[in-house]
C-alpha cells in the first residue's frame, strides 16, 4: 500500500495552526463588522463560462476545472476531447465546471443574480477557499483561503479610502507594518495610449506585473516579444522608473502622462486618497506609497489598484485589489460599480510566524483538567467541571481512572494550563486541589471558589 499523502500545493492544519489562522479571521472579520460589511458565502465551484476569461490568458490557465459526472467512455473520440481540455480548449462535454479562482468574479455573478434585492451601495465580505493550478512555493499554495470586502453600487472614492483604512487598522491590530501600495489602471491605460495604442493594454500590464519576479531586462525582452518597437519599450522603461516621494513621483507622471485624459484622471483619483488618508493613516502601522510599477495584471480592473507588502520579511503581496466599473457587465448587467480588497491569510500567516507576532495566549486550547481519580471522584469531577464550562472556561477531564504521572504528561503536551483534582477527602469537604502546571504553585479551594478563579 502506498504512504498516504496530500496534493501538492495543499496542507493540513494542527491545532495550533488553526488557532493561530482563526486569530487572523477573526480579526479581519471584525474589522470587516466595525465598516459596516456583511457575510456572504458562495459554492467552491461555478460554472465554467462563469469563470472564463475573466483573468486574463495567464489567470485562465491556473483555473481547475472539474471532469463532468460518469466519464468512463475510453473511446478514440473521448480522449480526443480531454486532449483538447489539457491543451486549455473548453469541451462542455467533458468540463462544465471548476473550482473558484478568488472571490470577486463569483461576488460579481452573485451580484448579478440578486441586484434587484440588494441594498446599494452592498457592502459583502467573504472568507472563503480558492483554488489555483500554480507552481506551489513558499506563500503561494493550490488551496489558500481569501478574505475579501468589496463595495458595489458606488462609484464614490470614499470606498477607495475607507477599504485603505481597513487595510491599516488589520494590519494595526495584527502588529504588522506595512506598505499599502497604490496606482490606477487609468494611468496604466494612458501609458498604453502613448506607448503602443491602447489594444496594448493587456500586454503592457501583464509584462509591468512580473517586473519584481524578472526585473526591467526580461521585461523590456518580454514587451519586445509582445509586438512593441524600442521606442515604445524607452517610454515604459521611463515609466517604470519614476521614484522619489508620493509628490515627487506624482510630478514626474503628470509631466510623461498628464497630458492624457485617462492619465489625468488617474492621478487625481491618487491624490484624493493620499490626501484624505494623510492624517488618518500617520500615526498607524502602515505606510501609503504611490507604486506606478503595480498592475494587478488582472482583465476587471478599472481604476484605483491596491497591493500591500509587509516590511521587514521577504514575502509577496499579502494583501491586493481595486476598482471594478463593470464587472457585472460580463454576466448581462451592466453599470454596477464596484470596488474591493482581499487579504492572504497564507502569506499573512508566514509573516507572522516570522516576526513572532502571535499572542502567547493564542494557542491555548484547554484550560484546566480535571484528573480522573475513580468513578465517584470523576463524577464529581465532571458536575464541576460542567459548571466552568457554563463560566467559558475550556475544560476537559481525563478519560479513564490512571496514575497521576500519566495524567500530568497528558496536560503537558496539551499545553494546558491549571490541573484540578478531587479525590475522596476532596469530595467529603467540598473542596478541590487546584494546581498551577507553569508554575508548579498548589492550593486548596472550596469548589464554589473555583467557578470565580480567573484562569489566566
Keep these: ?14 491545532a495550533e495552526v488553526v488557532r493561530k489562522r482563526n486569530y487572523i479571521f477573526n480579526t479581519i472579520r471584525n474589522v470587516f463588522e466595525l465598516y459596516g460589511f456583511q457575510p456572504l458565502e458562495t459554492p467552491a465551484m461555478e460554472n465554467l463560462d462563469t469563470l472564463m476569461g475573466k483573468y486574463g490568458d495567464e489567470g485562465d490557465k491556473l ?28 469541451n462542455a462535454a467533458i468540463t462544465e465546471r471548476a473550482l473558484r479562482y478568488d472571490l470577486t468574479i463569483p461576488f460579481a455573478r452573485y451580484v448579478a443574480m440578486n441586484h434587484g434585492q440588494l441594498t446599494m451601495p452592498f457592502k459583502r465580505y467573504q472568507i472563503q477557499p480558492v483554488w489555483r493550478a500554480d507552481r506551489p512555493q513558499r506563500g503561494r499554495y493550490r488551496e489558500f483561503y481569501q478574505c475579501d470586502a468589496d463595495v458595489v453600487g458606488s462609484k464614490s472614492l470614499l470606498n477607495e479610502v475607507e477599504l485603505t483604512n481597513i487595510y491599516a487598522t488589520v494590519f494595526e491590530k495584527l502588529g504588522i507594518d506595512v506598505e499599502i501600495r497604490i496606482n490606477s489602471r487609468k494611468i496604466l491605460a494612458a501609458l498604453a495610449e502613448i506607448a503602443g495604442g491602447a489594444d496594448k493594454m493587456m500586454d503592457i500590464t501583464i509584462a509591468i506585473d512580473k517586473l519584481d519576479k524578472i526585473g526591467l531586462e526580461k521585461v523590456k525582452e518580454e514587451l519586445t516579444q509582445r509586438g512593441l518597437d524600442e521606442t515604445h519599450i524607452n517610454t515604459i522603461e521611463r515609466y517604470l522608473s519614476i521614484e522619489g516621494s508620493n509628490k515627487e513621483k506624482l510630478i514626474q507622471l503628470e509631466d510623461l502622462v498628464g497630458s492624457m485624459s485617462l492619465g489625468k484622471q488617474g492621478i487625481e483619483e491618487v491624490k484624493y486618497i493620499l490626501n484624505y488618508n ?39 503581496s499579502i494583501g491586493g485589489g481595486g476598482r471594478y466599473d463593470d464587472l457585472t457587465g460580463t454576466f448581462g448587467v451592466p453599470n454596477i460599480p464596484g470596488v474591493g480588497i482581499s ?75 491549571y490541573a484540578v483534582i478531587i479525590g475522596t477527602q476532596e469530595m467529603e469537604e467540598g473542596t478541590c486541589t487546584l494546581k498551577n502546571l507553569k508554575t508548579g504553585e498548589q492550593s486548596i479551594l472550596q469548589q464554589t471558589a473555583l467557578l470565580t478563579y480567573s484562569f489566566e
Design 1 to 14: 500500500m502506498a504512504k498516504p499523502s496530500l496534493p501538492q500545493g495543499t496542507r493540513d492544519f494542527s
Design 63 to 90: 483555473i481547475f476545472k472539474i471532469l463532468n459526472n460518469g466519464l468512463a467512455d475510453k473511446s478514440e473520440k473521448a480522449r480526443a476531447e480531454f486532449e483538447k481540455v489539457l491543451e486549455g480548449r473548453n
Design 278 to 316: 494623510q492624517s488618518e493613516i500617520s500615526n498607524q502601522q502602515s505606510e501609503i506609497i504611490t507604486d506606478f510599477t503595480l498592475a494587478r495584471g488582472l482583465n476587471y480592473y478599472t481604476g484605483i489598484i491596491f497591493e500591500i507588502k509587509a516590511k521587514g520579511v521577504q514575502m509577496g
Design 343 to 417: 487579504f492572504g491569510v497564507d502569506r499573512i500567516y508566514d509573516v507572522m510566524e516570522e516576526l513572532k507576532l502571535f499572542p502567547q495566549n493564542v494557542e491555548i486550547g484547554t484550560q484546566v483538567l480535571f484528573f480522573n481519580l475513580g468513578e465517584a471522584e470523576s463524577k464529581a469531577a465532571f458536575g464541576l467541571m460542567q459548571q466552568l464550562r457554563a463560566n467559558n472556561i475550556r475544560s476537559e477531564i481525563y478519560h479513564e481512572q490512571a496514575k497521576f504521572d500519566k495524567q500530568f504528561k497528558y496536560a503537558e503536551k496539551k499545553a494546558i494550563g
